[in-house]
């Protein structure tokens, strides 16, 4: 897969500090910020009318049914037409309600005509009860489109408790089992080839098999679209943090380097002033990515019933929940000694004659490196600790 790097060469950078113009070369920086935030991931979810598309599409984004933006979700069939509903931190991330199939506007076999198939990376086929003949014959149109599709029976917390209250020795993994095991069956006897079955609750994503979803998803996907999925999912799991943390981490290389290029341009002041806009943009993803801003949290108390203050008393790092600017993470950065001195040393180390450069460019990466793994790490654990919070597995 070829690196943001690849798309915007440093050169560019160079070449605009080279002629003074730094406001250039930190654009060039968020060029290439945005070019790796904005691969397009198109995710379709369908499914017969009330099966619970439009809460899964609203939870899959961090949403509350009752949030502005949400799908709308009621008893009869809402979603008349196909809708995209873009991820409130990741816009290049759509989830797109489509409407159910075998309704008078999209009988099934006209479906994926209508609702324009090519466009999606993959579809989420929707049941609450068993997989019906409508959901069948979609599954067999997609796959001769060769297209990725997978089942979600929703609604698994209300079996449960149903089946609760109708048994005498409830077991509740025997029971999930028998479910899956069921849905399962049917789709093959309907000629479905190993079909994925994943038994989810849109109101407790963290429960049942949303993250094997999460999982299976990500594997099967193109390698460039991975961390587009990866970096919208909502975090369910301190898997999924730690996640989210690696794939930040596999990039802070590509940001040293581009920090060391431009270091290798002598003209005063200049590396502190592009570093610091190429950290802003970066620690800005890194906040999102984690969900640690404040509209983040605040969907996140919504729909937890834990309170925003709550969530709040748990983190740690001065660029959590506030806007990232310069002079935060300049703040930030000289209470971090070691990577201070680094960058104090790259500004003289730039005027020794004949070695100063390349020493410049070293000092430059190994500054920028350290700054952002530093960050990366007090975030990561910021997001553990309101995860935790969020389900009530740590006490105040």
Sequence with gaps: MAHPLHFVSTEAIKEALQNNDPSLAVAKIQELLERENNI???????????????????????????????????????????????????????????PGIGTPDFPADKYLER?????????????????????VKLAHEIKKMEKKFYFVRSKIDIDLQNQERSQREFNKERTLSKLRGNCIQGLQKAGVVSPQVFLVSSFDLQLYDFALLGETLERELPEHKKNALLLAMPNISPEVINKKKKAFYDQIQYWATASGAVAAVPVPGLSITVDVGLLVGVVTQYVLGFGLDIPSLKRLSD????????LIAVIISQLAATEITSDLLLKVIGQQSGSAL?????????FIPILGIPVAMTLSFKSTYNILKIILNMLAEDAQSVFKRALGLNSL
């Design 303 to 310: 729909r937890t019933n834990v309170p925003f203050d709550d």
């Design 115 to 135: 609702v324009e198939f090519k466009r999606f990376d993959f579809f989420i086929i929707i049941s609450d009860t068993r997989f019906r003949e409508n959901d």
């Design 40 to 98: 397009p991931l198109n995710i379709g979810i369908t499914g017969e009318s009330g099966s619970g598309k439009s809460t899964f599409v609203n939870a899959f984004r961090g949403i509350d049914n009752m949030d502005e933006g949400a799908a709308p979700t009621d008893c009869d069939e809402t979603t008349m037409e196909v809708t995209p509903y873009p991820h409130p931190n990741y816009p290049n991330v759509l989830l797109w309600d489509l």
């Design 342 to 350: 680094l960058m104090a040393a790259e500004e003289v180390s730039r």
